[in-house]
């Protein structure tokens, strides 16, 4: 069983930049693949950004260059590191693992960009 928990949402202003938290259950981000996924209103969840057990990372088109996302496995913690905010960037961000088969999410933290 895989518990992650998101934290750093809120409102922000165009050009803004925040810093998403998601802690993780045991000793996992050395061993396994994590993700950052983003629901905006209305649309489907698409993924964000990736990084494996290696450390190697990819990223969706729309946030290349102004997204991070990072971790740090002494605190079992995954962060993705938001600069450049514009209003499409507005959706509920979600940490994600897959393990063993079994897709593991946590609750999502709100992210709205607007003046």
């Known amino acids: 069983q895989v518990r992650l928990v998101e934290s750093g949402g809120g409102l922000v202003q165009p050009g803004g930049s925040l810093r998403l938290s998601c802690a993780a259950s045991?000793?996992?981000?050395?061993?396994?693949?994590m993700d950052w996924y983003r629901q905006a209103p209305g649309k489907q969840r698409e993924l964000v950004a990736g990084i494996t057990n290696g450390g190697s990372t990819n990223y969706a088109d729309s946030v290349k260059g102004r997204f991070t996302i990072s971790r740090d496995i002494a605190k079992n913690t995954l962060y993705l590191q938001m600069n450049s905010l514009n209003p499409e960037d507005t959706a509920v961000y979600y940490c994600?693992?897959?393990?063993?088969?079994?897709?593991?999410w946590g609750k999502g933290t709100l992210i709205t960009v607007s003046s």
């Open positions: 994600h693992c897959f393990r063993f088969g079994v897709h593991y």
């Open positions: 045991g000793s996992i981000l050395s061993i396994n693949p």
